[in-house]
């Protein structure tokens, strides 16, 4: 019974290139988180989605930044044209349905921008 | 905005000492929880506290729901190497935003033997 898997893992760009950062939630979850942490910072909520709908993205900076959960397939985080400041640890969390419900998270993904 | 404010924020101790962890804020929150996260991992569940008052014991950790849901706190009984980790409390908003978790920054904790 696999858990959220988060990949790539680590990811290294320079800056201006795109990243995307993809989530598999775990099965029968149809609600996905995207947070960021930085360290001594804590994690920041940045976008809950259900499948083929983006509930609130409003933890999300509007430039840059955007998210997708579709149909079939892995929730996408994605960011356009990097800059150093992005540099941090992404977290991808999936629960069963709305509500409070248990969150399961995944190992993240770590972006580095040179 | 609510906030959520962990204190100590960092905290080393010798194997067998008790701790206390603090998690306050001026919001009041639907439900409360503590999670547990290790390097290079992602947070793991410890616990959701829903009724103000509530305690709940799991093992040597106490954890603590304030009457007014407001404030938590996480009490760990004769620590040990394998309690080492970053413990963050996160609150549920209510009605309608329920579903989003407001984190803490977290107390880092590191028990040596």
């Known amino acids: 019974n696999a858990g959220v898997m988060q990949n790539p893992r680590h990811l290294v760009r320079r800056r201006g290139q795109e990243a995307r950062l993809r989530c598999s939630p775990m099965?029968?979850?149809?609600?996905v988180y995207w947070y960021r942490q930085l360290p001594e910072e804590g994690l920041k909520f940045m976008v809950y989605?259900?499948?083929?709908?983006?509930?609130?993205e409003s933890g999300m900076p509007k430039e840059r930044f955007s998210a997708e959960f579709p149909k079939e397939g892995p929730s996408i985080l994605r960011i356009q044209q990097v800059v150093r400041g992005d540099s941090a640890a992404y977290f991808c969390?999936?629960?069963?349905?709305?509500?409070?419900?248990?969150?399961?998270f995944g190992e993240g993904s770590r972006l580095t921008v040179l | 905005t609510q906030l959520l404010e962990q204190s100590p924020q960092f905290l080393s101790i010798q194997e067998g000492e008790n701790l206390t962890v603090y998690c306050n804020s001026s919001?009041?929150?639907?439900?409360l929880q503590w999670y547990r996260q290790e390097p290079g991992e992602g947070p793991v569940l410890l616990v959701t506290?829903?009724?103000?008052?509530e305690v709940k014991k799991l093992k040597r950790l106490t954890f603590q729901f304030g009457d007014a849901r407001k404030d938590s706190s996480l009490h760990i009984t004769a620590a040990q190497p394998g309690d080492t980790g970053l413990y963050l409390c996160?609150?549920?908003?209510?009605?309608?935003?329920?579903?989003?978790?407001?984190f803490g920054k977290g107390t880092l904790l590191t028990v040596n033997p």
């Open positions: 099965k029968g979850h149809s609600h």
């Open positions: 996160a609150g549920a908003g209510s009605g309608g935003s329920n579903y989003k978790l407001t």
């Open positions: 919001s009041v929150f639907s439900s």
């Open positions: 506290v829903v009724t103000g008052g």
């Open positions: 989605l259900q499948k083929e709908n983006i509930i609130d």
């Open positions: 969390a999936s629960k069963v349905g709305p509500g409070t419900g248990e969150l399961f």
